[in-house]
């Protein structure tokens, strides 16, 4: 059975601060997808990483995928009010990209 | 990507009854995908719904608590039937976008049984 376990499961910081959260396995995933959950509303997907060592920026936030496609990382430069929410990470399985195993969720909260 | 109306938003229900949550996509998609969420937890796969052929239920899962029904390509239902306490969470539909094998979800129900 695939687990993906993902850490911090709650972090609370400054704006202005950088984070990083994780998400490791001792399996091997197809794909990595990491998405951000704001209450009331279903996650959203903020990016797809496919490639071993990739690595994706969007504005402030770095996600990489670990050589091995074992682990991944989400780092957050600079946080701000906005970026609040429940970060998921969710690994693609190597028999179906249909299938995703979820992390257990990082519950982050941005201090103004 | 595909736009999901997803409806209730929230209801209040008494044990025993049954509450049918519906999904509407803006686009056709072969298969649709229904979630159970404890508010700021992580995501539970209940069942995945084709069009023309019967649900296909995850562990834990079974198809009289859950019915499901897929119609046509845009729309699914999600039945929550004989309900206790236990059934209170959030309900989420997505499908996939079509790129990298990302997900769209509905704004998910927000179910409360008393």
């Known amino acids: 059975t695939q687990l993906l376990e993902q850490s911090p499961q709650f972090l609370s910081i400054q704006e202005g601060e950088n984070l990083t959260v994780y998400c490791n396995s001792s399996s091997v995933f197809s794909s990595l997808q990491w998405y951000r959950q704001e209450p009331g509303e279903g996650p959203v997907l903020l990016v797809t990483?496919?490639?071993g060592g990739e690595v994706k920026k969007l504005k402030r936030l770095t996600f990489q995928f670990g050589d091995a496609r074992k682990d991944s990382s989400l780092h957050i430069t600079a946080a701000q009010t906005g970026d609040t929410g429940l970060y998921l990470c969710?690994?693609?399985?190597?028999?179906?990209?249909?299938?995703?195993?979820w992390g257990a969720g990082t519950k982050l909260i941005i201090k103004p | 990507s595909a736009v999901i109306s997803q409806k209730p938003s929230r209801d209040i229900c008494q044990r025993g009854t049954s509450l049918t949550i519906q999904c509407q996509v803006d686009s056709q998609v072969t298969m649709m995908f229904w979630y159970r969420q404890q508010p700021g937890q992580s995501l539970t796969l209940i069942a995945t719904a084709n069009q023309g052929s019967e649900a296909t239920y995850e562990s834990g899962f079974v198809i009289d608590k859950f019915p499901i029904s897929r119609p046509n390509l845009t729309f699914s239902t999600l039945t929550v039937s004989n309900m206790s306490p236990e059934d209170s969470s959030i309900y989420l539909c997505s499908v996939l976008t079509g790129t990298n094998y990302g997900y769209t979800f509905g704004s998910g129900t927000r179910l409360t049984v008393v």
């Open positions: 969710a690994g693609g399985g190597m028999d179906s990209n249909y299938q995703l195993i």
């Open positions: 990483v496919v490639t």
